[in-house]
């Protein structure tokens, strides 16, 4: 097994591309996605429905850490990011210095959307909740974000190229 | 920074297409955006989605405002060529209906 992959990162919005980019290309050694442009390195990517999922909650939780645990744009320490791709999962740690996030404040989404139920705020730790098969938060600090998201079974025959 | 959308307008109609990624750090503008074009009351805004490769939940509030100040100034909003990413997301929120996507 390849050790984990680590970055270490300035809290802030500036630096989100990065970590967006490298979890991008983690998720896609994990599902074998590749992308339709492979020489336009800078594409924002992302169709495989393992790949979706798993850049959407982390763009959520990265923005979730940068914006709480760091007040957007004040002083900011580091993000501590470890991406472990393995064969039919991927595992992403974030680890931050900041102010405890409330989870448990989170707003469910409501129950019958119309037009004028559309929330405009909320929506990004149930995106990651509903798109990983876990979602583990532990109040530092350090603070702790454990993300994990399994390859389906006909993803992975899919990827290897055993599908019937 | 490059801003992932265009408007264009035609008399009473508005066009915007947005492209790229919309999140977190490009939304603000947008939200800017949107609200010179809401003051301006247009009775139809066509959001043409075709070239937008991601969205994060700021985006995504980004046009839920546009959806409601247009829809609530008695306009009408089509939003069209969702795909990929975005569309997932539209349809994990459960707005892919809403927006009749």
């Known amino acids: ?164 | 920074m490059t801003l992932p959308f265009d408007v264009s307008r035609n008399g009473n109609e508005a066009t915007l297409v947005i492209r790229g990624s919309l999140d977190i750090n490009t939304a603000p503008a947008l939200g800017e955006e949107i609200d010179r074009l809401v003051v301006t009351r247009p009775t139809k805004v066509l959001v043409d989605l075709v070239g937008l490769d991601l969205i994060d939940s700021s985006g995504v509030a980004a046009l839920v405002k546009l959806y409601k100040a247009v829809r609530a100034a008695g306009g009408q909003v089509t939003i069209t060529g969702a795909r990929d990413q975005p569309l997932a997301i539209f349809k994990l929120l459960r707005m892919d209906k809403v927006f009749n996507l």
């Not at chain 1, 983690?26 to 492979?38: F, I, K």
């Open chain 1, 1 to 164: 097994m390849a050790p984990p992959i680590r970055l270490t990162l300035p809290g802030t919005l500036r630096y989100r591309a990065i970590a967006v980019r490298a979890v991008a290309e983690a998720a896609r050694l994990v599902s074998g996605s590749t992308q339709r442009d492979p020489n336009d390195a800078l594409a924002h990517d992302v169709r495989d429905p393992f790949d979706t999922a798993v850049v959407s909650a982390f763009m959520e939780i990265f923005n979730n850490v940068a914006i709480h645990a760091y007040s957007r744009d004040g002083e900011a320490s580091t993000i501590e990011l470890t991406i472990t791709p393995d064969a039919d999962q991927i595992m992403i740690e974030i680890k931050d210095h900041g102010v405890p996030f409330d989870i448990d404040g989170v707003a469910p989404l409501p129950e019958e959307l119309d037009e004028y139920t559309l929330p405009e705020g909320g929506m990004g730790i149930h995106i990651a909740k509903t798109m990983l098969d876990e979602v583990v938060y532990e109040p530092g600090p350090p603070n702790l974000w454990r993300l994990r998201k399994h390859l389906s079974a006909p993803a992975q025959q899919l990827r290897n190229g055993s599908s019937k």
